[in-house]
């Protein structure tokens, strides 16, 4: 495989203002190999960061999505067998790969894994600094350049189902901590007129409607609240379409029928009707 292959493209990111230094803090620690853990509601920008960190520097990254079924084998690595080779042979699982190419890891959704995978990780964070094969006897030591990023939803409201706080010999092993949040109005009305055509009023509405649902969600009103990627792909679609036929392709029809009467109310308020009916939820 390529390598380069795994270094992501070009994209602009908008660093929040007043968190300039804050940011500069991070980008240092990641560019210096550090254990750093993201912290901050779904589609707020954690990857995003770090995709753009990885493109600005050439760096290679490896994505691993956590969650409860992934096991050892998959970031570890395993045997498998091969009739031409005549006999099993052993596979590099994602974390071993990202090791022995020097590639960054981003791990997402960290605390959503299960605690035997979470406990492969300890040698590799902290001042060992490399991932023990136990099932071969090799062990693959991290280069200094090696960040590895952990990111996790908060759990503040519980609703995030499956996530758990990570167990604090893990935790304490990140050199850095940083919650992430997501932009502001104005900046956030910016970034969808930079990734589409859309107008600044169109733009202000779409905003304003996020920003209700993240309230409604933190308020366990709704379970799912718009995020800045739900935004990036409704404004370009509004472009084409308007706001309102759009939103039901794009935005309404991901919403679960409990949250959909919650977005009903959010959307009447801004003159979007007749998107969710009354009483059907549909
Ligand atoms: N500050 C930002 N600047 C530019 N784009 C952003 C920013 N925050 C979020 N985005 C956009 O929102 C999308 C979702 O963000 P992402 O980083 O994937 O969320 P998560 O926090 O869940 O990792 C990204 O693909 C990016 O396009
Ligand atoms: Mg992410």
């Given at each position: 495989m390529d390598i380069n292959t795994l270094i992501p493209k070009e994209t602009d990111f908008t660093i929040p203002k007043g968190r300039e230094r804050e940011f500069e803090i991070l980008s240092n620690s990641i560019l210096s190999g550090e254990n750093i853990l993201l912290r901050g509601e779904?589609?707020?920008?954690?990857?995003?960061?770090?995709l753009h960190l990885a493109a600005k520097h050439k760096v290679p990254v490896i994505q691993i999505q956590g969650d409860g079924d992934m096991g050892v084998v998959d970031i570890v690595g395993g045997?498998?067998?091969?009739?031409?080779?005549?006999?099993?042979?052993?596979?590099?699982?994602?974390?071993?790969?990202?090791?022995?190419?020097?590639?960054?890891?981003?791990?997402?959704?960290?605390?959503?894994?299960?605690?035997?995978?979470?406990?492969?990780l300890h040698s590799v964070l902290d001042h060992r600094r490399h991932l023990d094969l136990k099932e071969t006897g090799e062990s693959i030591i991290r280069s200094s350049g090696t960040a590895f990023i952990g990111t996790m939803n908060p759990d503040d409201f519980g609703v995030h189902s499956g996530t758990k706080p990570l167990s604090p010999a893990l935790f304490s092993r990140f050199d850095i901590i940083m919650d992430f949040d997501y932009l502001s109005g104005n900046e956030e009305v910016k970034l969808l007129m930079k990734t589409s055509d859309i107008s600044l009023k169109d733009a202000q509405t779409?905003?304003?409607?996020?920003?209700?649902?993240?309230?409604?969600?933190?308020?366990?009103?709704?379970?799912?609240?718009?995020?800045?990627?739900?935004?990036?792909?409704?404004?370009?679609?509004?472009?084409?379409?308007?706001?309102?036929?759009?939103?039901?392709?794009?935005?309404?029809?991901?919403?679960?029928?409990?949250?959909?009467?919650?977005?009903?109310?959010?959307?009447?308020?801004?003159?979007?009707?007749d998107l969710v009916k009354k009483g059907s939820q549909k």
């Open positions: 779904p589609g707020c920008g954690k990857s995003a960061y770090v045997f498998q067998y091969s009739s031409l080779k005549n006999g099993t042979y052993w596979i590099d699982g994602a974390l071993s790969f990202a090791l022995r190419n020097g590639c960054w890891v981003l791990f997402d959704e960290i605390n959503m894994t299960l605690p035997e995978v979470l406990a492969r779409m905003v304003s409607i996020a920003e209700k649902s993240r309230e409604a969600r933190k308020n366990l009103e709704m379970s799912l609240s718009i995020d800045t990627r739900m935004l990036i792909a409704w404004s370009k679609k509004a472009v084409q379409y308007g706001l309102k036929d759009s939103a039901r392709a794009v935005l309404v029809s991901r919403f679960s029928d409990a949250d959909k009467a919650a977005l009903r109310g959010i959307l009447v308020g801004f003159g979007l009707i």
